[in-house]
């Protein structure tokens, strides 16, 4: 069972930059559909990317598009995100997930497995 642990979170102000890991307890976690959510208090889990098992596909959600870039080390066990231009409506609780499945995998329920998240606050 893949252990996940996000890191990198904080309190910034808008304009500001952050990057976000993922670090996996398994080296075959390259090897998985992995993905980043975020939800912020009192709204469902959002998606906000998510990279191909083979790494080559990575698709971002139209809010976080052309502003967050996610990458991960090539048979390694670790996600990044990294986030520019933060806005305040970025602020939310950010996972990491990882899936068994393969293909086009934009909702939580494909997800078999979930870090604890890490904060990011972004201040006006």
């Known amino acids: 069972q893949v252990q996940l642990v996000e890191s990198g979170g904080g309190l910034v102000q808008a304009g500001d930059s952050l990057r976000l890991s993922c670090t996996a307890s398994e080296r075959t976690f390259s090897t998985y559909t992995r993905a980043w959510f975020r939800q912020a208090p009192g709204k469902e889990r959002e998606f906000v990317a998510t990279?191909?098992?083979?790494?080559?596909?990575?698709h971002y959600s139209d809010s976080v598009k052309d502003r967050f870039t996610m990458s991960g080390d090539n048979g390694m066990n670790t996600l990044y995100l990294q986030m520019n231009n933060l806005k305040p409506e970025d602020t939310a609780l950010y996972y990491c997930a990882a899936s068994l499945q393969v293909g086009y995998l934009i909702e939580a329920h494909w997800y078999d497995y979930w870090g604890q998240g890490t904060q990011v606050t972004v201040s006006s």
């Open positions: 990279i191909s098992s083979n790494g080559r596909y990575i």
